[in-house]
């Protein structure tokens, strides 16, 4: 290679840099610019009156000795059979000595509108709604979309202004992916997954759930005063 032909290859070598970085450089704004607009639109929501901690609660009697916890996703259709089959029977067996605990576990590979209906499920729990949103989705399921989640919430009388922007926010979804962490963490793969007091319960039937709670509470009437 002599000195010319160098001096020519290295000035091709730059101007191919330049065009790279140029190129680079492009895609780079217009990444930024695309995010910025994402950042508007899913952030730029008047977030006052709205908190992003859970107002989530427990049903049943808070010294229930006896805990049972479903991870559940709002579209899942047998998390609604179950909601029907399992959980309406067990509260009204149990309705004195077990508490119920709901966790989510929205399935959004699968379930398009899962991952909002938790969050307006959440966004009802701040409006003392909770497990009245829980009953109006299961029940009518069939028709589950984004319009529907306001509809559901004039239903259930919530301050749809308020409903709407704590949706709009995604202000819940930390809580959302922290039960989704926690659930994970536990080996849940799907959805329902029950626990009574902790220990998994294999099959999602009333008759599993119901041997697990009588267990549980058997082991407190053996424990002497």
């Known amino acids: 290679l002599t000195i010319d032909n160098a001096e ?3 000035s091709s070598q730059e101007l191919r840099m330049n065009k ?3 190129v680079v450089c492009r895609l780079c704004f217009v990444c930024c610019l695309l995010g910025g607009v994402f950042f508007l639109v899913s952030c730029g929501v008047d977030t006052t009156g709205l908190s992003a901690a859970s107002s989530r609660t427990m049903k049943g009697p808070a010294i229930a000795s006896v805990t049972v916890t479903e991870y559940a996703d709002f579209q899942c259709p047998a998390c609604a059979s179950a909601h029907t089959l399992v959980n309406k029977p067990l509260e009204e067996k149990y309705a004195q000595k077990v508490r119920f605990e709901f966790m989510h576990f ?6 398009a509108n899962a991952y909002e209906s938790a969050q307006a499920a959440e966004c009802a729990a701040d409006q003392g709604k909770f497990w009245a949103f829980v009953d109006i989705d299961y029940v009518n399921q069939k028709d589950l979309s984004s319009s529907m989640l306001r509809e559901w919430g004039k239903t259930l009388g919530l301050n749809g202004e308020l409903f709407d922007r704590c949706i709009r926010s995604g202000i ?3 809580t959302i992916m922290e039960d989704v962490a926690e659930g994970e963490k536990i080996g849940v793969r799907g959805t329902p997954s029950y626990f009574v007091n902790g220990q998994r319960v294999q099959i999602s039937s009333i008759e599993a759930l119901s041997a697990a709670i009588d267990e549980e509470l058997s082991k407190v009437k053996s424990v002497p005063l």
């Open 106 to 111: 929205p399935l959004r590979s699968i379930h």
């Open 172 to 174: 819940k979804g930390k």
């Open 8 to 10: 020519d290859f290295s």
């Open 20 to 22: 790279v970085c140029r």
